[in-house]
């Protein structure tokens, strides 16, 4: 036994020592070939460094080791951009060298990644998905021939914010905006009108559905930096998932399913929706394109606009609100111009959106400070390439942490201070050209529906301001209102904002 143990301590020293041996080997090989960066663990790497905020920490970081420094998260090797020069660099330069993807396993379940627009390996199959999103939902056309659907449905939300105010005082307004914009992309996809209540089983599950599973995903899986483990799923991370997508796969292929049904007994809508775009597609085959989209991969499509959609949008309008709300003056100011503007005769239009300069740069901000993806959704190295003076190996993943290159004081002045006033008469816009603001990301991979979101975004916001006076539940002054964060695949309030409500008179 004695024998034993010793030979235990023994083994443990010397792999101990084999083990910095080779780190120290690895430092010196690559010093002068890959980013600065802070020294990491045997075996974990840096991933004591990423933090319960990981936006916040890798900022730190690059403070201290510039705008471009190397991890190793367990056996994943990766790059951080945290700078507008280096973002430059990446998107305008490297693009399609860095145009793949780093899928988690959480993605991988029921073929997800492989069905998915933002997810999906770049190649024909995505591109064919790009190319349809781009042309049948998110382009002038469709937007524009949908606009009254819009219309009515921001009437049902204000409707509904307005009869909770009255139920129960207070709203939780992420909750509303979240449903209304759902029946917003549901129309567009689907042609059904105002599926979702509040009040129905179905428009609270979602709720929950969509805040858990980005929420479930953007927890660190010890698998994603381990991949011998995969197979061992030791935090149950694949079961997990295939329970949580079960609901909302079968909720997406009910709509495809009937759909299917209605048009094999001959059924034809009166407008041609994405649907019906995904079901008629013919793919050219000679240029790596299926001849068919699989109905797996459109119900998985379906239900990735319906999340990303929602999200994103219920939870930048959240953090608008929160901030007009602590800035009093401020909402003052997008009254006004409103008033101005729409004038209190009639109700907010889209075509008032170009007119509203204070309204726009409300939005703007809103979005450097809380871009609703802190980091955007990784990307990763097709090949081995050289980088502002660095060898980025192949299958590298890259981190662009837009949260820190808004905040950077070397583009903004006063750049914790919320300002909207830095935008007026100013040309920076989100749409992937100005590299110290990309909320949106850039390059191939910039979120394809940009447009929806930037004209939703104004819409929810400019038409709530107009018809309601808001503010806090008793209690709260506005600087005591807690901004806290909560880290997930978009950045949500820690503490969801509730609001009480009047109408304008």
Excluded at 471 to 481: A, F, N, V, W
Aim: charged share 25%.
């Amino acid at each position: 036994m004695e024998w034993t143990l010793a030979y235990t301590i023994w083994s443990c020293i010397t792999l101990g020592v084999a083990l910095l041996l080779i780190r120290k080997i690895f430092l010196v090989s690559d010093k002068k070939q890959l980013p600065p960066g802070p020294p990491g663990w045997p075996v974990i790497g840096n991933l004591l460094d990423l933090g319960g905020a990981p936006h916040h920490s890798l900022m730190s970081l690059s403070k201290k080791y510039g705008p471009v420094i190397w991890l190793r998260f367990g056996a994943v090797n990766t790059m951080v951009i945290s700078s507008a020069d280096a973002a430059m660099e990446l998107f305008k330069n490297h693009d399609l060298t860095f145009a793949d993807r780093k899928i988690i396993e959480a993605m991988k379940q029921d073929g997800f990644d492989q069905g998915s627009i933002g997810l999906s390996h770049y190649g024909p199959y995505w591109r064919m998905l790009r190319r349809i999103c781009a042309t049948e939902l998110f382009s002038n056309k469709p937007i524009k021939d949908t606009e009254t659907l819009r219309a009515n449905c921001i009437d049902k939300l204000k409707k509904w914010i307005y009869e909770e105010s009255q139920k129960k005082g207070s709203v939780e307004i992420a909750r509303f905006v979240a449903l209304g914009n759902f029946n917003v992309i549901i129309n567009a996809t689907l042609g059904k009108d105002n599926f979702l209540h509040p009040q129905s089983k179905e428009g609270t599950e979602f709720f929950r559905t969509v805040s858990r599973a980005t929420e479930f995903c953007g927890k660190p899986n010890v698998a994603d930096f381990f991949p011998f483990l995969r197979w061992l799923d030791p935090q149950g991370v694949k079961k997990k998932t295939k329970q949580m997508l079960v609901d909302p796969l079968k909720f997406a292929s009910g709509f495809v399913n009937e759909r299917i049904l209605e048009r094999q007994k001959g059924h034809k809508n009166s407008r041609k929706d994405f649907l019906d775009v995904m079901l008629e597609f013919q793919g050219n085959e000679k240029n790596g394109e299926p001849a068919k989209i699989s109905e797996t991969n459109i119900n998985i499509l379906i239900l990735e606009l319906f999340i990303a959609s929602t999200d994103t949008t219920n939870a930048t309008t959240e953090w608008a609100m929160s901030e007009l709300l602590r800035n009093p003056n401020i909402m003052r100011n997008v009254q006004a111009e409103l008033d101005q503007v729409v004038g209190q005769n009639r109700k907010f239009e889209e075509s008032d959106i170009e007119k509203l300069h204070y309204l726009q740069a409300v939005v703007k901000e809103t979005l450097r400070l809380h871009p609703p993806v802190p980091l955007l959704v990784p990307r990763c190295a097709r090949e081995n390439t050289e980088f502002m003076g660095y060898t980025i190996p192949k299958d590298t993943q890259v981190f662009v942490n837009v949260w820190a290159i808004g905040r950077d004081p070397a583009f903004w002045e006063d750049p914790l201070s919320f300002k909207p006033e830095r935008f007026l008469n100013s040309s920076v816009d989100f749409k992937g050209q100005h590299f110290q603001f990309l909320p949106f990301g850039a390059g191939r991979r910039m979120c394809a529906g940009m447009m929806l979101a930037e004209r939703m975004l104004h819409v929810i916001l400019g038409s709530l301001i107009h018809s309601f006076e808001w503010s806090l539940q008793d209690g709260i002054t506005p600087e005591k209102l807690d901004m806290r964060e909560r880290f997930g695949i978009t950045l949500r309030k820690a503490d969801p904002l509730k609001v009480i409500l009047k109408e304008r008179t």
